[in-house]
C-alpha cells in the first residue's frame, strides 16, 4: 500500500516551480472564441496550466508571429491568408496524429477544403468557421431606409444608405484582410482580384462611404458596440453578431441586432487549430487539440460563441436555438454563394495595407 502511496507522495511533495514550469499551455486565441468553462475544464483534467492571450484581427495574430518565438503552443489562424502564409515561412509544426485520437471527429468533407492550402491535413485542425457579414440593427434599418432588402451590403456600401445610417452608427471592423474581399465582391469583380483595377475600385468605393462612418476599430470593439446599441450598422464576423444580439436581448434595453449574411455572396471562413514550430511546450497544444476535438466540449463552445464547429457528432448536443439558426449554420443554398479569400501575393498585400490606411485616415 505504502509502496504504491510513494510515487503520488513524492508528485505532491515537487517543488512546485519546476511541476509549474513544465505544465503551461500558452494559447493565442481570438477574442469571444471559447467558452472559459472549457479551459478550466482542461486544466481540471490534466493538471496543464492555461495561459491565454487573445487577438481581433488577422493582422494582429501575423504581426505578432511573423517575428518568430511568439513564446505561444496553440494558436488559430484563419486558412487563408494567415495560416497558409505561417504555412509556406516554415512557422507550423507537423501535428502529430499519434497524440490525437479525437482526430477523427473531425468533418472530412470541411477538412477536404483546408487541405488544398494544407496538403493531408497535417498542420492544422478546423476550430471554427463562419462568415462575413454586417450586424445590423433592423428597426433603426428600415426606418432610415423605408423598403430596404435586409439581405445585402447595399445597406453599407451604397452611399446615399451610408449617409442616412450616419446618425445612428456606422462601424467597420479594421482588417483590410477580412473586409476587402467582400467589398470586391459586392462591386462584382473578383474578391481576391489584386490588380490595380481592383484596388482602385474598392478604394473608391470605401471612400464613398468613409464620411459616414463613425469608427473603423477591431473586432472586438464592434461586437461590444452592437451589443450596446452604439453602432446601427457594422461590418464583421457572424458569430460575433450574434453573439451581440444574445447581450443586448439580455441586457433588454431595447436593443435588437439582426445579422446579414449578404446576398452577394459572403466571406467563408474556416479558423485552424495549429502549433508554432518553436513552441515551447507542443505536448501540451496536442493535448489541448484533442480535449478540444471532444464532441460534448465543441457543443459547449458553439452554444456559447455561436460559431459552427467542425464535429458533426457535437451536432445533437448543440442547443437547438443555436443549431436552428441559419446565420450560425447557414444551409446549403446560402453556403454555395460563398466564397474564400484566397492569399495574396506580398505585393499586392502592401497595396491592401496603404489604402485600408487611406481610407482610415479619410484621405
Ligand atoms: C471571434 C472572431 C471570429 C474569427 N471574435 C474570425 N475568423
Given at each position: 500500500?505504502?509502496?504504491?502511496?510513494?510515487?503520488?507522495?513524492?508528485?505532491?511533495?515537487?517543488?512546485?516551480?519546476?511541476?509549474?514550469?513544465?505544465?503551461?499551455?500558452?494559447?493565442?486565441?481570438?477574442s469571444?472564441y471559447?467558452?472559459?468553462?472549457?479551459?478550466?475544464?482542461?486544466?481540471?483534467?490534466?493538471?496543464i496550466?492555461?495561459?491565454?492571450?487573445?487577438?481581433?484581427?488577422?493582422?494582429?495574430?501575423?504581426?505578432?508571429?511573423?517575428a518568430?518565438r511568439?513564446g505561444?503552443?496553440?494558436?488559430?489562424?484563419?486558412?487563408?491568408?494567415?495560416f497558409?502564409?505561417?504555412?509556406?515561412?516554415?512557422?507550423?509544426?507537423?501535428?502529430d496524429?499519434?497524440?490525437?485520437?479525437?482526430?477523427?471527429?473531425?468533418?472530412?468533407?470541411?477538412?477536404?477544403r483546408?487541405a488544398?492550402?494544407?496538403?493531408?491535413?497535417?498542420?492544422?485542425a478546423?476550430?471554427?468557421w463562419?462568415?462575413?457579414?454586417?450586424?445590423?440593427?433592423?428597426d433603426?434599418?428600415?426606418?432610415?431606409?423605408?423598403?430596404?432588402?435586409?439581405?445585402?451590403?447595399?445597406?453599407?456600401?451604397?452611399?446615399e444608405?451610408?449617409?442616412?445610417?450616419?446618425?445612428?452608427?456606422?462601424?467597420?471592423?479594421?482588417?483590410?484582410?477580412?473586409?476587402?474581399?467582400?467589398?470586391?465582391?459586392?462591386l462584382?469583380?473578383?474578391?481576391n482580384?489584386?490588380?490595380?483595377?481592383?484596388?482602385?475600385?474598392?478604394?473608391?468605393?470605401?471612400?464613398?462611404i468613409?464620411?459616414?462612418v463613425?469608427?473603423?476599430?477591431?473586432?472586438?470593439?464592434?461586437?461590444?458596440?452592437?451589443a450596446?446599441?452604439?453602432?446601427?450598422?457594422?461590418?464583421?464576423?457572424?458569430?460575433?453578431?450574434?453573439?451581440?444580439?444574445?447581450?443586448?436581448?439580455?441586457?433588454?434595453?431595447?436593443?435588437?441586432?439582426?445579422?446579414?449574411?449578404?446576398?452577394?455572396?459572403a466571406?467563408?471562413?474556416?479558423?485552424l487549430?495549429?502549433i508554432?514550430?518553436?513552441?515551447?511546450?507542443?505536448?501540451a497544444?496536442?493535448?489541448?487539440?484533442?480535449?478540444?476535438?471532444?464532441?460534448?466540449?465543441?457543443?459547449a463552445?458553439?452554444?456559447?460563441?455561436?460559431?459552427?464547429?467542425?464535429?458533426?457528432?457535437?451536432?445533437?448536443?448543440?442547443?437547438?436555438?443555436?443549431r436552428?439558426?441559419?446565420?450560425?449554420?447557414p444551409?446549403?443554398?446560402?453556403?454555395?454563394?460563398?466564397?474564400?479569400?484566397?492569399?495574396?501575393?506580398?505585393?499586392?498585400?502592401r497595396a491592401?495595407?496603404r489604402?485600408?490606411?487611406?481610407?482610415?485616415?479619410?484621405?
Open positions: 500500500m505504502l509502496r504504491r502511496l510513494l510515487p503520488l507522495l513524492a508528485l505532491l511533495l515537487a517543488p512546485a516551480s519546476v511541476a509549474a514550469q513544465e505544465r503551461v499551455l500558452n494559447v493565442y486565441n481570438w469571444d471559447i467558452d472559459p468553462a472549457v479551459v478550466e475544464r482542461f486544466t481540471r483534467e490534466t493538471g496550466r492555461v495561459r491565454y492571450d487573445v487577438y481581433d484581427s488577422l493582422e494582429t495574430l501575423e504581426g505578432r508571429l511573423s518568430g511568439s505561444y503552443d496553440l494558436i488559430v489562424p484563419t486558412s487563408e491568408p494567415t497558409a502564409r505561417l504555412l509556406r515561412a516554415g512557422a507550423l509544426l507537423p501535428l496524429r499519434a497524440r490525437i485520437p479525437n482526430w477523427g471527429n473531425l468533418d472530412p468533407t470541411l477538412m477536404a483546408v488544398v492550402i494544407d496538403p493531408g491535413n497535417r498542420h492544422g478546423i476550430y471554427l463562419g462568415t462575413v457579414g454586417l450586424g445590423i440593427r433592423p433603426l434599418v428600415r426606418a432610415a431606409l423605408p423598403g430596404v432588402a435586409l439581405d445585402s451590403l447595399d445597406i453599407l456600401m451604397k452611399p444608405n451610408a449617409r442616412r445610417l450616419a446618425r445612428c452608427g456606422i462601424m467597420v471592423m479594421d482588417s483590410p484582410t477580412d473586409v476587402l474581399p467582400s467589398v470586391l465582391r459586392w462584382g469583380r473578383d474578391p482580384g489584386h490588380s490595380d483595377a481592383d484596388h482602385r475600385a474598392a478604394e473608391a468605393a470605401l471612400r464613398a468613409r464620411p459616414h463613425r469608427a473603423i476599430v477591431p473586432s472586438s470593439a464592434i461586437l461590444d458596440a452592437l450596446t446599441g452604439e453602432a446601427c450598422v457594422a461590418l464583421t464576423y457572424s458569430g460575433d453578431v450574434i453573439q451581440a444580439a444574445t447581450r443586448a436581448r439580455e441586457a433588454n434595453r431595447g436593443v435588437e441586432v439582426g445579422y446579414v449574411m449578404p446576398r452577394e455572396g466571406q467563408l471562413w474556416f479558423d487549430m495549429a508554432p514550430a518553436d513552441a515551447p511546450n507542443p505536448e497544444a496536442h493535448a489541448f487539440i484533442n480535449f478540444l476535438l471532444q464532441p460534448d466540449v465543441m457543443a463552445i458553439t452554444n456559447q460563441v455561436r460559431y459552427p464547429n467542425a464535429v458533426p457528432t457535437s451536432r445533437p448536443m448543440v442547443a437547438a436555438a443555436v436552428d439558426d441559419r446565420n450560425v449554420f444551409d446549403d443554398a446560402a453556403l454555395a454563394r460563398t466564397f474564400v479569400a484566397g492569399t495574396p501575393p506580398r505585393e499586392a498585400e491592401r495595407t489604402l485600408w490606411s487611406r481610407f482610415k485616415a479619410g484621405r
